[in-house]
C-alpha cells in the first residue's frame, strides 16, 4: 500500500516535511482554509483540501499517518471536535501520528534546563491549550501518537533579518531570559525520522543546541548583514503587544537529547548562529 499522509493544518513545518516525503513517492493530503494556499500546496505535489468544510473521506480512506499542525482552540482540539470519530475509526491501520506541541507545556523553569520527562506546569493560555489538546490526543484508544514539543521556528521566510534591515528590530533585554529554537528543516528531519521509526506514546523536545538570549540572536542577524546592532530596550519598557509580551514569561532550556539517542538525528542546524548563516547565504543566492 502506498504511503499515505494526512496533514491536517498544513502549515510552514508540514510543508518542510511534505518537501522530503513527496519526492519519495508519498501520497500527502494537507487541509488548509486558503483557497490561495490550496492552489501553492497542488504546485508542491501535496493533494489540497480546504477545511472545515472540504470532504476528507478520500483521505481517510487511504491514509497510513496522520500529522496535526492545527493550533488548539479555546474548546479543545479542531480536529477532533470534528474528525474524532473518523479518526478513532482508522486508527488500528495507522502506522503513525504526530502532534505538534511546543515547549510552553514545561512553563517558566527560570533559565533552568527540561527533558520530556519535567512536569509540565505551563504558564500560559497558549500552553495549557496545547497540555490539553495532548490529553485529548492521547486518550483515542490505540493511536500510535508520537508528541512533537517544538522550540521556536525559524527558517525560510521567518528570519529576523528584514526587521533589521527596516530598523524595526530591537534587542529586548530580560535578564536571564533565555529561548530554545529550531530550524524547519531540523523539525522536518526529526519528523522523517520517527516515521520511520515509529515508537508509539514516544515525546519529542525538538530544540537546537543552544538556547540563547534572544537580544543575542538579533544582534548576530545585524551583524552578518553588516548592519549596527539595533537598540537595546529593557524589557519592563518595550512597547509589546500582549502576545509578544506573553513569551518572555517563561524562559527555559530545552534538551534535544532524546532526538539523538533514540532518533539518530543529526542537527542540520544545531544553533541559530549556523542557521542564520545559512538562511542569509540562501536568501542572496
Given at each position: ?68 499542525s492545527a493550533a488548539p482552540e479555546p474548546g479543545g482540539d ?158 519592563d519598557a518595550a512597547d509589546m503587544t500582549p502576545m509578544a ?6 524562559s527555559k532550556r530545552v534538551s534535544n537529547a532524546r532526538i ?26
Amino acid at each position: 500500500m502506498r504511503d499515505t499522509l494526512l496533514s491536517f493544518g498544513h502549515g510552514y513545518s508540514a510543508r518542510a516535511l511534505a518537501a522530503r516525503l513527496v519526492p519519495q513517492g508519498w501520497q500527502i493530503y494537507g487541509t488548509t482554509r486558503d483557497a490561495h494556499k490550496a492552489e501553492e500546496l497542488a504546485r508542491e505535489g501535496v493533494t489540497p483540501v480546504l477545511w472545515p468544510d472540504g470532504d476528507l473521506e478520500a483521505a481517510f480512506q487511504s491514509a497510513t499517518h496522520l500529522l496535526i499542525s492545527a493550533a488548539p482552540e479555546p474548546g479543545g482540539d479542531p480536529v477532533l471536535a470534528r474528525c474524532r470519530a473518523d479518526i478513532a475509526r482508522i486508527a488500528p491501520r495507522l502506522e503513525w501520528v504526530g502532534y505538534l506541541s511546543t515547549t510552553g507545556v514545561y512553563g517558566d523553569q527560570q533559565g533552568g534546563w527540561v527533558d520530556e520527562e519535567t512536569p509540565l506546569t505551563p504558564a500560559t493560555q497558549r500552553g495549557k491549550m496545547r497540555l490539553e489538546a495532548e490529553a485529548e490526543w492521547r486518550a483515542i484508544p490505540g493511536l500510535p501518537l508520537h508528541i512533537f514539543r517544538l522550540a521556536g521556528i525559524y527558517g525560510p521566510g521567518r528570519g529576523p533579518f528584514e526587521k533589521v534591515r527596516d530598523g524595526t528590530a530591537r534587542r529586548i533585554v530580560k535578564p536571564g531570559q533565555v529561548f530554545s529554537r529550531i530550524h524547519v528543516e531540523d523539525i522536518a528531519q526529526v519528523l522523517e525520522a520517527s516515521i520511520r521509526q515509529p515508537e508509539p506514546g514516544a515525546v519529542y523536545n525538538v530544540c537546537d543546541d543552544d538556547p540563547a538570549p534572544p537580544q543575542d540572536v538579533i544582534g548576530y542577524a545585524a551583524e552578518l548583514l553588516g548592519l549596527p546592532p539595533p537598540e537595546e530596550v529593557a524589557f519592563d519598557a518595550a512597547d509589546m503587544t500582549p502576545m509578544a509580551r506573553s513569551f518572555y514569561a517563561e524562559s527555559k532550556r530545552v534538551s534535544n537529547a532524546r532526538i539523538k539517542t533514540d532518533l539518530g538525528v543529526r542537527l542540520i542546524y544545531p544553533d541559530y548562529r549556523t542557521g542564520l548563516r545559512a538562511l542569509l547565504v540562501a536568501e542572496r543566492a
